[in-house]
C-alpha cells in the first residue's frame, strides 16, 4: 500500500559532494513537493512541481534544484552539500495544485547528514 | 508573512491523561486549515478544517477550528502510547499558495 517513496530513509555525505534525493509516487498526482523538516521550524518548502518538466521555487531554494523528468518522479539535488543542509527531507504529493481539499501524502522521509 | 504557531512544542503525558493542541495562525485569506500526525514514518492525514465551530471527529481525536479567534485546537481523549508522535498543523493562506506548516507539538505518552 505504498504509495509515496523515498530512495533512502538515512543518508550520509560529506561536505561539497552533489546528493540526489529521490521521491516516487503511484497515485497519478501531478503535484510533488519537496519539504525540509528542522526542530521548531516545522516543515519548509523547498521546491514544488505542477507538472513534468515544471519547477517552481519554495520558501528556501538556495543551495537545491530539481528535476522532474517523469510524472511520477521528483529528485531533490543538493549540488554541493553543506553541514546546513542536514535535515529530515520530506517528498509529498497531492491530487490539487497545493494540496487543498485532499491535503498531501508524505514520504517516510530521508535524514540527512553531511559532514 | 503568514505565520502557524503551535503550542505546546512538547509534551509529556500518562496514558489515560486527555490532551489539546493548540494552533494559531495570522494569513492573508485562511481557505483551510489540516492536521497531521508524524510517527518515525510519513506524517499521516488526519482533518481538514474550514468552517468554524464544527467539530470534526476520529475514535478518541477531535479538532474544531475558530476563525474568529485565529485558532484551532486538536483533542486527544484517553490517550495511548500508541499516540506519541509529532502534531503538524498547517494552513492554506490564500487561494492558490502552498500551505504554511507549524512547528509541530511532540506529545509523549508514558505507560
Known amino acids: 500500500d505504498v504509495k509515496v517513496t523515498q530512495s533512502s530513509r538515512y543518508l550520509v555525505k560529506r561536505t561539497g559532494e552533489k546528493v540526489f534525493l529521490e521521491c516516487v509516487q503511484d497515485m497519478d498526482h501531478e503535484n510533488m513537493f519537496w519539504y525540509r523538516q528542522d526542530p521548531g521550524l516545522g516543515l519548509r518548502l523547498i521546491y514544488f512541481?505542477?507538472?513534468?518538466?515544471?519547477?517552481e521555487k519554495g520558501d528556501i531554494p538556495e543551495g537545491y534544484s530539481v528535476s522532474r523528468e517523469k510524472k511520477e518522479r521528483f529528485s531533490l539535488i543538493l549540488e554541493s552539500a553543506s553541514t546546513n543542509q542536514t535535515s529530515m527531507y520530506l517528498c509529498?504529493?497531492?491530487?490539487?495544485?497545493?494540496?487543498?481539499?485532499?491535503?498531501?501524502?508524505f514520504g517516510s522521509g530521508t535524514r540527512l547528514t553531511v559532514v | 508573512e503568514d505565520k502557524v504557531v503551535q503550542s505546546p512544542l512538547s509534551l509529556v503525558v500518562h496514558e489515560g491523561d486527555t490532551v489539546t493542541l493548540n494552533c494559531s495562525y495570522e494569513v492573508t485569506n485562511f481557505r483551510s486549515l489540516l492536521w497531521y500526525k508524524q510517527e518515525k514514518k510519513a506524517p499521516t492525514f488526519l482533518f481538514m478544517l474550514?468552517?468554524?465551530?464544527i467539530e470534526k471527529k476520529s475514535g478518541r481525536l477531535s479538532s474544531i477550528l475558530d476563525k474568529k479567534e485565529l485558532f484551532s485546537i486538536l483533542n486527544i481523549t484517553a490517550t495511548q502510547t500508541g499516540d506519541s508522535a509529532i502534531y503538524l498543523c498547517?494552513?492554506?493562506?490564500?487561494?492558490?499558495?502552498?500551505?504554511?506548516f507549524g512547528p509541530g507539538t511532540r506529545l509523549s505518552v508514558l505507560p
Open positions: 512541481s505542477y507538472d513534468v518538466k515544471m519547477k
Open positions: 498547517a494552513v492554506e493562506p490564500n487561494y492558490g499558495q502552498n500551505f504554511v
Open positions: 474550514t468552517s468554524s465551530g
Open positions: 509529498a504529493s497531492s491530487l490539487t495544485r497545493t494540496g487543498a481539499l485532499y491535503g498531501y501524502t
